[in-house]
Structures are given as C-alpha cells and as structure tokens.
C-alpha cells in the first residue's frame, strides 16, 4: 500500500518547477510510481501502475507533437483542453508548459455561454479537440469562434515507441518564472459568471513548501501524512483540489494517485473501459481492489456508501483515512470536522459580523512568501479574503470547523456549486413574485423558496407554479411555496438571506427530506443487484389498468422531465425548457394522477431527437451519461419512477441507482420498465 523511495525534502523545496520535477524524477528514479489507473472495466483485475520514466516520456513525445501544430514563431498560446474525464488531462497539463505554451481547463458542468465568457477573458483562441470528446464540445466548437482547431491523436499513440522519444527540456527557471502563468483554471464568480484565474509556477510550489512547515509535536501535517500513500481520487481530473494532489503533492511529496475509470477509451493503455460515472457502486469495487491508503471525495460519495451496508463495511475495512472537499459533509455520518492550520501561514480569522462566523483571511507577509502562493497569483493584493466562514472550537481555540461562505455560494454533498444570487434575482422579476430565496447547503439539490405578492388560496397553489415555473427555467437551464412568514429584509430593502434560510430551516429540512433525504443508513426494500430484469419490479395482482400505450409515454415523460433542464444548459434549450414546462399528469381523482394526452406527445417528442440551438444530442439509443448525465438526476429520475411504481403497483420493490448506470440508454430504461411489469 505504501512504497519507500527517497522522499527526503531536497534542499530547493519551495523553489520547484512542476514540470522540471517531473523530469528530474524520471531520470533520478524512473521506476517511482507516479500514477495508477484501472486495467479494465473489470475493477477486480487491479490497477495499472504507471511510473515516472513511462510517464516523462509521453509528455515529452506529447509536447513534441504539439509544437509541430502551431508556427514556429507562435507566441505563447492559451490552449483550451476539453475531453474524457482521464489520464489525458494530466498528460496535456504537463506537456503543454514544456511544449511553451499555456493550458486553459474549463469545467464539464458550465454552459455554453459560460465556456463562451471565459474563454473571452482568457483570451483563449485555440482548442484540443480529442476523437471521443463528450458531445458538449460538438456545441462549442460550433458555437465560439475558434482561431485554431487541433485533432488529437489518440492516447494510445503517445504511449508508443517511447524508447524513440525525443526528450523536450523545460527550460524556464525559478526566479524569472516563478510568477509566471502555469495554467488557466477558473471560479464560480461573484456575479454568477465563471472568471479564468492565471495559476503561476510559484502558486503550485506552495505546496511543496508545505513540507517546510514545522509540525511543533502535534499532527502531522497533510503533505507529510500522505508521503508514499496510495490517494483515490474522487473528483474531476481539473478540479483544482484534484490537482493540486495529482500533479501536486504526487510530484513534490510521493504521493500515488489514483484514478477513476476513464469516460471511455479504447487504447493499449487502458484497454476496454465503458463509461462508468463514479457512484457507491464502483466506489465499493475500488475500495476492494484499489490498494488504497485512503480517498479523496465530495461528500455526496461518501454518504452514499454510508447509507449501504456492505459499501460501509468494505469503506471501513479497506482505507485508513477519508477525506472531502466542496461541500459540507453532514453531521450524520461523523463527528465534526475541526481544522488546525498552522500559523506559518499567516492567516487570521476575522469576525464576519452577519453570520457570525469568521472569515479566513490571508495577510500578505515577505518572510512567509514561499508559503503564500496566492499572492503569486494575484500579486496586486496585500490580503486575501477566501470567503470561507469557520466557527470556533469550543475549547481548543486553534481547531476551526467549516460552517459557510460570505458570498452566499452554496455548496451541496455532490461538491457542486450554486452561485443563487443571480438565479434569486432573475426569479423574482416574474410579476407574481416578490422575493426568492434558494437553499441547499450540506444537501443533495437545491430548494426553491417564494414569497408571493399576493399569497394564492386554497386551489390556486398549481396555477400560481405554472405561472412562476417559466422564470425559474429562465433563471437556471441547469438547476432546479409556503405562506405566512414574511421573508425578512434589510432598511434599504433587500433580501437577508441568512435570515430567510434561518426563520424557514424546518421548511427547507422538511423540503429535502420529502424530495431526496440525505441519509438513510438503513436502506430497505431495494431490488438485489444481481436480480434478473423481470425480477425487478414483481407486477402486483392487478395489472395497471390504463392503455398499455400510455406507459411508455409517461416514462418517456419522466424521463424527458428529468434531463431537459440538463440538456437546455447544454445547448440553450428552448425545446427542453418547453418540454419541461409540459404537465406530465391532471392531478384529478383524489390527488391520484390521471395520463393525459400530454404524456403521450411528449413521449413522441423523445422518440426523435431533441432539437436544441445546435446539433441533435439525444436520441433513444444515445448513452445519457455521455451527454452529461450525472449522479445527482440518475438518483432523481430514479426516485420519480420509483413514486410511480409505488403509486400503480402498490408492494412492489423499489428500482436501485445502479440499473440506471448499466441500462443507460432512454431505450433500455423503457424496455426495462416495460418487460418487468409486463
């Protein structure tokens, strides 16, 4: 689990070039493990270790390749990588700095308009562009004006006839360099507009001088702690938090990566991997086979495998240590989350006096340079706001526990984001509404709360969502009503959020819990696994009784409910949004639905492709997870067929996660539907 190489902290710590690390590992100690990915789908034949020898020399063919693209007098471009979720953005982010050129990473998750902005900002004009790249880029190489569009070779090539590598040097220095830009990543943004930010060489370095840091007798510090241990990683290859332990503490400390399962690929390296998101499913598998010291997570994951039994077990008998990032884990699961940082970092925490809490803030101090990397980044500021709000240890008066952020970013257990400012703003300029306030710290999905002007009445409640829903559609292509209490406000009239979410809490924790609870360590009545597809869903004594036309209409339905949202962020979605603005049932007999012709023509809407502002996306047989389904609408779309199934066949039981995940097509998810109730 744990290997023993020279990991002695040398005597430039502090003052490395990534890139030139690398190289200076893979000729002083080629066979040091650098990264380990899975051999196959099958996550029960091991992992494939990759050494540093192996990997230095794909960068350098990676990079000699790359410099071929452009003109020799090219100046030093920004380059947008966007592909599968694998080794590839490791590979790039190496090779593109010793090819003299600059790396841009822009989120999976953003839109299209978002991808358009900060590529703008950026001033990013040239794009890689992989053969099996997820179907989102098809819409942005179509829809942004690219000076540059370069194919990439598969992967399988720059693992090829290494021997035959020309090695490419990396040339630049510490102290001309240091403040140079290493790569492009980008933040939420205030203003709900994701802003690049230009990472320098010396704010990656950073975290090698952590290891400089004395640890005065107490805990070991992080980087030390997880010297020479094998780390799962659980997030985006270009999460900054991923990255910071991938390229990171892996090349500075010894740490050994760990990876997921590629989005797809079909190379010698990685020979046969399907799609597979990571779930508590797979995280079981990696747990068992892995070899891990320990894993780096959202929280969402780690709940997961906490509400399943024998995922709990095999978590509990397979890692040491658990960490998370992103989002708020919940109190459930452990005990709190208390930090130490040291002092030589030369933070305070300052009082924020809305909340109540303190805010972490770094003061820029010269003697502590080479362990305030941020200012590297942002050298025009003399102290750094994260943003973050902690509360104190009771008694230890140096631990800190994570409780918000002041920029009302909420951040769920999938360690998404949600900037609600804008999306509040937007929703409250619809007529019938006065104010908005949306909530979902520490929680699967985002809640929607309303304040009317004129508070509807018994059987207005429906009328009144109609006319709000196409705001709420406006305010967030992505995303997703109480009366009596009025929500409170400041004098000059706006909003106080932190009131709202305060005087509302039970609402909101009732809310989640109706929708998606959290956690539910006990998990009963689920279908088995391993459970043939007629043995899913054993039909009751009485057969459904309407047409049997209707029911693939109304799945077709549920599902096209579920993903429009999705898809509109994806290409700008009016076709989805007016899908979604559709009622699915009349809500006539008793409170129980009633199929209406609006399920059948929206069922007839999926049997085509869905039409958006670009090309088609979605067909029957397209796999959803490759246009962008995730964890958080597979547990939604199976928790709508599972309301539906309860409500038709009463006693049956209850469809898991996973069947989504292995019948991923809209075709194999009514087939399947359709054979098991007969």
């Given at each position: 689990?744990?290997?023993?190489?020279?990991?002695?902290?040398?005597?430039?710590?502090?003052?490395?070039?990534?890139?030139?690390?690398?190289?200076?590992?893979?000729?002083?100690?080629?066979?040091?493990?650098?990264?380990?990915?899975?051999?196959?789908?099958?996550?029960?034949?091991?992992?494939?270790?990759?050494?540093?020898?192996?990997?230095?020399?794909?960068?350098?063919?990676?990079?000699?390749?790359?410099?071929?693209?452009?003109?020799?007098?090219?100046?030093?471009?920004?380059?947008?990588?966007?592909?599968?979720?694998?080794?590839?953005?490791?590979?790039?982010?190496?090779?593109?700095?010793?090819?003299?050129?600059?790396?841009?990473?822009?989120?999976?998750?953003?839109?299209?308009?978002?991808?358009?902005?900060?590529?703008?900002?950026?001033?990013?004009?040239?794009?890689?562009?992989?053969?099996?790249?997820?179907?989102?880029?098809?819409?942005?190489?179509?829809?942004?004006?690219?000076?540059?569009?370069?194919?990439?070779?598969?992967?399988?090539?720059?693992?090829?006839?290494?021997?035959?590598?020309?090695?490419?040097?990396?040339?630049?220095?510490?102290?001309?360099?240091?403040?140079?830009?290493?790569?492009?990543?980008?933040?939420?943004?205030?203003?709900?507009?994701?802003?690049?930010?230009?990472?320098?060489?010396?704010?990656?370095?950073?975290?090698?001088?952590?290891?400089?840091?004395?640890?005065?007798?107490?805990?070991?510090?992080?980087?030390?702690?997880?010297?020479?241990?094998?780390?799962?990683?659980?997030?985006?290859?270009?999460?900054?938090?991923?990255?910071?332990?991938?390229?990171?503490?892996?090349?500075?400390?010894?740490?050994?990566?760990?990876?997921?399962?590629?989005?797809?690929?079909?190379?010698?390296?990685?020979?046969?991997?399907?799609?597979?998101?990571?779930?508590?499913?797979?995280?079981?598998?990696?747990?068992?086979?892995?070899?891990?010291?320990?894993?780096?997570?959202?929280?969402?994951?780690?709940?997961?495998?906490?509400?399943?039994?024998?995922?709990?077990?095999?978590?509990?008998?397979?890692?040491?240590?658990?960490?998370?990032?992103?989002?708020?884990?919940?109190?459930?699961?452990?005990?709190?989350?208390?930090?130490?940082?040291?002092?030589?970092?030369?933070?305070?925490?300052?009082?924020?006096?809305?909340?109540?809490?303190?805010?972490?803030?770094?003061?820029?101090?010269?003697?502590?340079?080479?362990?305030?990397?941020?200012?590297?980044?942002?050298?025009?500021?003399?102290?750094?706001?994260?943003?973050?709000?902690?509360?104190?240890?009771?008694?230890?008066?140096?631990?800190?526990?994570?409780?918000?952020?002041?920029?009302?970013?909420?951040?769920?257990?999938?360690?998404?984001?949600?900037?609600?400012?804008?999306?509040?703003?937007?929703?409250?300029?619809?007529?019938?509404?006065?104010?908005?306030?949306?909530?979902?710290?520490?929680?699967?999905?985002?809640?929607?709360?309303?304040?009317?002007?004129?508070?509807?009445?018994?059987?207005?409640?429906e009328q009144f969502i109609k006319d709000v829903w196409p705001t709420v559609l406006e305010a967030s292509r992505a995303c997703p009503a109480h009366a009596g209490k009025p929500i409170p406000r400041?004098?000059?009239?706006?909003?106080?959020?932190?009131?709202?979410?305060?005087?509302?809490?039970?609402?909101?924790?009732?809310?989640?819990?109706?929708?998606?609870?959290?956690?539910?360590?006990?998990?009963?009545?689920?279908?088995?696994?391993?459970?043939?597809?007629?043995?899913?869903?054993?039909?009751?004594?009485?057969?459904?009784?309407?047409?049997?036309?209707?029911?693939?209409?109304?799945?077709?339905a549920v599902i096209q409910t579920a993903f429009a949202q999705m898809l509109s962020g994806l290409g700008g979605g009016e076709a989805a949004s007016q899908a979604t603005s559709k009622p699915l049932?009349?809500?006539?007999?008793?409170?129980?639905?009633?199929?209406?012709?609006?399920?059948?023509?929206?069922?007839?809407?999926?049997?085509?492709?869905?039409?958006?502002?670009?090309?088609?996306?979605?067909?029957?047989?397209?796999?959803?997870?490759?246009?962008?389904?995730?964890?958080?609408?597979?547990?939604?779309?199976?928790?709508?067929?599972?309301?539906?199934?309860?409500?038709?066949?009463?006693?049956?039981?209850?469809?898991?996660?996973?069947?989504?995940?292995?019948?991923?097509?809209?075709?194999?998810?009514?087939?399947?539907?359709?054979?098991?109730?007969?």
């Open positions: 689990m744990e290997f023993t190489p020279d990991l002695s902290v040398p005597a430039n710590c502090g003052k490395r070039l990534l890139p030139a690390v690398l190289d200076e590992i893979a000729a002083n100690d080629p066979t040091r493990i650098f990264i380990s990915v899975p051999k196959s789908s099958h996550l029960s034949q091991g992992f494939k270790d990759i050494d540093y020898g192996t990997f230095s020399k794909a960068v350098d063919k990676y990079a000699g390749w790359l410099r071929t693209q452009f003109d020799e007098h090219a100046g030093q471009e920004t380059i947008l990588y966007f592909g599968p979720l694998d080794i590839r953005y490791l590979l790039v982010i190496l090779d593109t700095p010793k090819a003299g050129y600059i790396l841009f990473f822009s989120s999976n998750r953003n839109s299209i308009e978002a991808h358009q902005s900060i590529a703008e900002m950026a001033r990013c004009e040239t794009i890689l562009v992989p053969d099996d790249a997820p179907i989102i880029l098809d819409q942005i190489l179509k829809t942004l004006p690219w000076k540059t569009q370069i194919p990439i070779l598969p992967l399988s090539y720059f693992f090829e006839d290494l021997d035959k590598a020309k090695h490419i040097p990396f040339t630049l220095t510490w102290e001309e360099d240091k403040d140079n830009p290493f790569c492009v990543l980008h933040i939420s943004g205030s203003t709900g507009v994701p802003k690049p930010v230009f990472v320098t060489y010396g704010t990656f370095a950073c975290n090698d001088a952590h290891q400089l840091i004395p640890s005065l007798g107490g805990k070991p510090k992080l980087v030390n702690f997880l010297k020479g241990k094998r780390y799962f990683l659980a997030l985006p290859p270009f999460h900054a938090a991923c990255l910071t332990f991938s390229i990171g503490y892996n090349n500075f400390a010894g740490v050994i990566s760990v990876i997921p399962l590629p989005s797809r690929d079909s190379t010698c390296l990685l020979p046969s991997l399907l799609p597979r998101p990571l779930t508590a499913d797979l995280m079981n598998e990696i747990y068992k086979h892995g070899n891990l010291g320990g894993v780096l997570s959202a929280p969402s994951l780690i709940v997961d495998c906490f509400n399943n039994t024998e995922y709990y077990k095999t978590m509990l008998s397979n890692i040491k240590f658990i960490s998370y990032v992103g989002g708020a884990l919940p109190a459930e699961i452990g005990n709190e989350s208390y930090l130490a940082i040291s002092e030589s970092l030369g933070h305070t925490f300052v009082q924020h006096e809305e909340s109540g809490y303190h805010e972490l803030v770094i003061k820029r101090d010269p003697e502590r340079a080479f362990l305030q990397g941020v200012f590297s980044t942002f050298p025009d500021k003399q102290t750094f706001n994260s943003g973050d709000l902690s509360e104190q240890h009771p008694t230890n008066l140096h631990s800190w526990a994570f409780r918000a952020r002041t920029d009302d970013i909420i951040a769920f257990t999938t360690a998404d984001k949600l900037n609600p400012i804008t999306m509040e703003s937007t929703i409250s300029t619809n007529p019938r509404v006065k104010s908005a306030v949306i909530g979902g710290q520490g929680k699967f999905q985002a809640s929607l709360l309303i304040e009317p002007h004129i508070y509807p009445q018994n059987g207005e409640e400041a004098r000059k009239g706006t909003v106080q959020r932190q009131g709202a979410l305060h005087l509302y809490k039970s609402e909101f924790e009732e809310l989640c819990e109706r929708v998606q609870p959290t956690i539910k360590k006990e998990v009963t009545n689920t279908v088995a696994a391993k459970a043939t597809i007629p043995e899913l869903i054993t039909p009751a004594a009485q057969k459904i009784d309407t047409p049997a036309k209707v029911l693939p209409g109304l799945l077709d049932t009349n809500s006539t007999d008793n409170g129980n639905p009633v199929i209406n012709d609006t399920s059948i023509d929206l069922a007839i809407g999926v049997t085509s492709p869905l039409k958006l502002s670009g090309p088609s996306l979605y067909f029957d047989d397209s796999n959803l997870f490759d246009v962008g389904l995730d964890s958080l609408q597979v547990k939604s779309l199976v928790h709508v067929l599972n309301q539906y199934l309860t409500r038709t066949h009463p006693g049956v039981g209850e469809l898991e996660a996973k069947l989504v995940y292995e019948k991923s097509t809209v075709r194999e998810i009514l087939e399947m539907i359709q054979v098991a109730m007969g």
